[in-house]
């Protein structure tokens, strides 16, 4: 059978996937600043057998299959990390200032493994599996930008699947964990405020026009969106994590800078939001005497995870591992005792492709909080187990290849 053939040579991958993990997480780079990386996949798939293609500012693309007719899967792995000092005690550790601390490392191995179990089992797709290796997801602009330079296009996509490791996850490493239908992780956008006043000095605020203390009203009353503005069962969350203004404690500077992010899981509640903190900042501001600017920077859409692909992809993980091995997050619910939210915080850019192509995303346990792995996403101490490569591997592979059998 193709499951038990995939999962066995994908187990015989694993010292191969460990060692292209290792030379990923001690090169890191950020954003669109990934050249190791880049240079790294395209040389692995070039010696695979693979023609891989450049797609907009630092992605890669290769394709697999071809040889039958038949539809497009995408499997999609990132390949960025984050600009955070690495702490954690291991002895691939980067050194560069930046940190693979969301695993993405991980997923760029792992889809990396199933391009040369993809390979060996060329003429058995029915259909192509498009490759995406994508730069930037931790600014969420790399797979806006791959979009535009026609990643689903040439040949047009029919289904995209992504995977996402997890840390602190209490399922033995490699576990998959299927999305429920439906959003699944909240649209992101990063903004700035800029409030502008007069300066003056200190001692004589009335030659001047505040713009701290306007700021500071703004800052408050955005709070207030969420808490009068939304009904009861609208989650959403604003966050001012920065606000920068003066150099000398006796003087009232020009003006105050304030960065922050909104996270929304409806595209409705989203708009509304961005409308009402435009209309507060400026509003505010002006009963001060000053002036604001809500500018918008990198952002995203909800995770949208296709019905049908949700379904389908759960069949086919539990084909590949067996049903005590592989969940949905349904299950997981039910198993605890009731409807829970299967909703996460995190933004994941993978929304761009799940606006444009029915999508789902797979979670994969790797660090279970009793093994020592306790540290979260985005820690500097953070580690993700090994152990989960081969079958992150394998249901990459599998998933794609039994959709394309389905869809023939």
């Not at 797709?125 to 602009?141: D, R, S």
């Not at 996850?169 to 992101?188: D, E, L, Q, Y």
């Not at 909800?302 to 997050?329: C, P, Q």
């Not at 020592?372 to 081969?390: K, N, T």
Request: proline letters at 5%; one cysteine or more; a negative charge.
């Amino acid at each position: 059978m193709l499951a038990e053939t995939l999962l066995k040579e994908a187990e015989e991958l694993h010292d191969t996937i460990v060692s292209d993990r290792r030379y990923l997480h001690r090169h890191p780079g950020t954003g669109f600043d990934i050249s190791d990386a880049v240079s790294y996949v395209k040389q692995e798939l070039v010696k695979m057998g693979y023609e891989p293609q450049d797609c907009g500012k630092a992605g890669v693309v290769a394709l697999a299959g071809g040889k039958k007719e038949g539809k497009v899967f995408l499997l999609r792995a990132d390949m960025d990390a984050l600009p955070i000092k690495e702490e954690a005690e291991v002895e691939f550790a980067a050194e560069n200032g930046k940190m693979h601390a969301c695993g993405h490392d991980m997923h760029t191995a792992m889809l990396l493994g199933a391009a040369r179990l993809l390979k060996k089992h060329e003429d058995e797709i029915n259909g192509t599996v498009k490759l995406m290796f994508q730069p930037a997801e931790e600014i969420f602009e790399g797979s806006q930008d791959m979009i535009e330079a026609g990643v689903l296009n040439n040949p047009p996509v029919d289904a995209a699947l992504m995977i996402h490791v997890m840390a602190g996850m209490p399922f033995p490493a490699g576990t998959p964990i299927v999305s429920a239908p439906g959003v699944s992780a909240p649209a992101a956008d990063y903004f700035e405020i800029k409030v502008t006043g007069k300066g003056c000095h200190g001692s004589m605020p009335n030659t001047g026009v505040d713009p701290v203390t306007a700021a500071a009203h703004i800052l408050i009353a955005l709070q207030e969106i969420q808490a009068r503005e939304l009904p009861m069962g609208e989650k959403a969350v604003l966050t001012i994590g920065t606000m920068n203004a003066g150099t000398a404690p006796n003087v009232i500077p020009d003006c105050v800078t304030m960065g922050g992010s909104l996270r929304t899981f409806d595209e409705e509640t989203r708009s509304y939001i961005k409308k009402r903190m435009e209309e507060i900042a400026e509003g505010i501001a002006r009963s001060f005497r000053a002036q604001a600017e809500v500018v918008y920077g990198s952002g995203c859409p909800t995770l949208v995870n296709d019905s049908d692909l949700s379904a389908s992809t759960l069949k086919y993980v539990k084909e590949l591992l067996g049903d005590k091995k592989a969940y949905s997050v349904a299950e997981l619910n039910a198993a605890a005792g009731g409807e829970k939210s299967s909703k996460t915080a995190g933004s994941e850019d993978f929304a761009h492709i799940s606006h444009e192509v029915p999508s789902v995303m797979i979670a994969l346990a790797a660090g279970h909080p009793e093994k020592g792995y306790i540290y979260p996403q985005h820690h500097c101490m953070v580690r993700f187990d090994e152990d989960a490569l081969s079958n992150g591997c394998a249901v990459y592979a599998y998933t794609a290849m039994r959709w394309l059998e389905d869809a023939k």
